[in-house]
Structure formats: structure tokens, C-alpha cells
């Protein structure tokens, strides 16, 4: 336990001295926008901004632990722009998307980082909340461009730049608890496994869970992995030794499959719920697929790819025409909904003749009710809440588009409804 504590402390050290050094390596460059400058129309503009185009950047993981996602929200959004472009661009501009893929590496990201931030106006992609949290002095400070993260910590709220879209990891973990004892059985006095990511991803989805199983009656018993921790044999024998009724899942796609598969083998057959992260529809054609589909569910920020929605079924067919090779994935809804935040605050910035990056952080803020097509509602007007409280459970099954079902709409638990995250 030490070790691994010592483990943390030393990739924070590591990434605040990478943010100093970055910050320090750009302090003294001058600003080439600065919101005074008057492009083509008379409309305002900054850095990324020209009278031809509008430059944005993606900060991805498309060769580390989460490179199946980072390809579909990288993917998503290059067809975003190509039809935005075909449809006239935007305030009479292409969008353009520089992509950078940082594999999950902290050095990587915080160098792509630096190196695009004086050429776009914003991010509509950075995967990876312990990166996003260590450039925010320099996001909050001189940089000031609008960061839409890949991400839901509840440590990234507050930031008027960095905007969390739908629920941070707590509350989703909340519903996800109201979930298996409202569906599942669990009653009070029952124990309830969680086997998390150490770091901010892990430890903020606990929280979540605490706080859950305190209103239910619940015992949280925990298990804290690491992300290169791929056999969870380990954590199983522990949870069944232990009683447990129930279990949560805060982790990668690998780990669920191992739980879930090493559960089922081994007579553990108990309902596991996952964070939206923790799973891929690729899952289900390995030996973990049937275990998967009887035995996992996982809350998601949004309806799955393959809902029954206008939005869901031209985003399936535009997707498919693009990328016939590749599987659908929730992925791809992220990265489709960020765009399209970015887009509309792009629009609406336009409306105002600012495209600066104070113009497009200022239009963002009046987007209190946007819909992005997939069953959710987002209030983007206070940086301190996340665009939503709202979660979906969603259980995988090879049958519908996108291996995933809805079994339970969009909801909001009463614990959820009053916690503070």
C-alpha cells in the first residue's frame, strides 16, 4: 500500500514539474489573440482563428490503455468536421482538427499540449483526467481556451474552460448503487465490492459508491488496482471470501472482462455494474462475452450508439459509411456530443462576432438546454456542476448495433439528486 501511494505521489510530482516547465517555456511568448483582433465579417478572433478557418485540437489515447475509445472519439469528431465542411464550415469558416495521439503517456500529453495550445481555440477532445488536471493552472491561468474532456472527474469542475459534459464518476456510480439495490437485490446489510484505478479516476467513482452505500445500508468493500493490473483472480477470491452481493467496477475494459469472466468461473455470480469507461463492445468476442452479457451492466453518460433515436441512427449509418472496417462504440457517441458542444458554442460565438476564445467561453455559458441527440439534456451555465446528473444502464448484448441495450432510461437517483460532487 505504500508503495503504491509513493507510486501516486510521484506521478503527480512528475506531472506538476512537466506543467511548470511547459508553463514556463511559453510564458513569455506573446499572445497572437487576443480578442481585439477583427477578422473577415467584422467578427473577433484569437488564436486558432483565421478568416478561412477555425482550428481546434484532440488530445487522444490511440495506442495506451484506452486506445479502443480514442479512436472512436477521435473518428467521430474527424466526421463531424468533414460534414460541418461540407455544409459551409461555420461563420464562414472550415473547422480544422489537429489530432495528437499522447497514448496515454503523461510526458506525450503534456508536450502535444503545449506544442497546439498558441494553434487552436480549443480542445473538443483530451482523454485522460490526471493529464487534464495538471494543465488546468495553465487552462484556469494565461491559456483560457475551452478544454472538452474525455473525461468525468469531479476534480475538473469548477473550471470556467474545462467543461465536464454529463455526469463526473461519482454521480454515476451513485445511480449505478440505486441501480442494484433498486433491480438487484441489494438490501441493507448487504456488502458491495469495488474494484477501482487508483488515482483520480478509481478514487472519485469511490467516493460515489460511499456515499451511495451509506444511504442504502451498504458496506463498500474495496479492491484498488493499478491500470497495468489485467487478471483479477486476486480481487474475485477476495470479494467472495468476503460476502459481497454485489460489485462495482471502476476501470478499463480489460479489467471488467477479467472480473467479470473470473467471477463466473469461479461461482461468483453476482450482478457487477461498470463506469462508462469500463467497457468495450469488442469484449464480447472473447471467452468473457457470454459472462458479460449475463452477468455486467455499466452507467453511461448517454443512450448507447445504437438507440432508437434520429441522432443514433444517422450517426450509425454516417459512421458506418466512413469506417466500415470498425465496430461501433459508445465512443463514438462522446466524441459526437464534444463536437457538437464545440460546434454550437462555435455558432453561437459567431452570432456575437467574437470567435475569440473569451467569445466562445462566453457563448458556451448561455447553452443551458442542449441536446445532442442521444437522451440527454445539457446545462453548460455553471463550470462548478457537470452538464448533467443524469445516467443511463445500459447491458451488453451482441444482437443490437453496437453490442449494447438500454435496460434502464435516463435517471437520476435520489442520493445522487442532493450529493455534492
Known sequence: MTHRRQAVRGLAAALAALVALTAAGCSSKAKTGDGKQTGAGGVKTGEGVTDKTISLGALTDMTGVYATLGKSVTQAQQLYVKQVNAAGGICGRQLELTVRDHGYDPQKALAAYTELEPKVVGYAQFIGSPFVAAVKPRVDGQDKGLVLPQAWSASLLGSPYIRVLGATYDVETINAVDFLVKEKGLKSGDKLGHVYFEGDYGENALKGSKHAAGKAGLTVVEQKIKPTDNDMSAQVAALKQAGVKGIVISAGPRQAASLVGVAAATGLRVPVVGNNSAFAPQLLGTQAGPALEKMYWFASPSLPIGADTPTAKKLVADYRA????????????????????????????????????????????????????????????DPKAPSSRESVIIQPDKSVPGGMRTVRPPFVSDAAKTYAP
Open 322 to 381: 466512413a469506417y466500415p472496417s470498425d465496430a461501433l462504440d459508445n465512443g463514438i457517441v462522446a466524441g459526437w456530443t464534444a463536437a457538437s458542444v464545440f460546434g454550437e458554442a462555435l455558432k453561437k460565438a459567431c452570432a456575437e462576432k467574437d470567435l475569440s476564445r473569451a467569445g466562445v467561453d462566453k457563448a458556451l455559458l448561455t447553452m443551458t438546454s442542449y441536446d445532442a441527440g442521444f437522451g440527454m439534456t445539457h446545462d453548460l451555465g
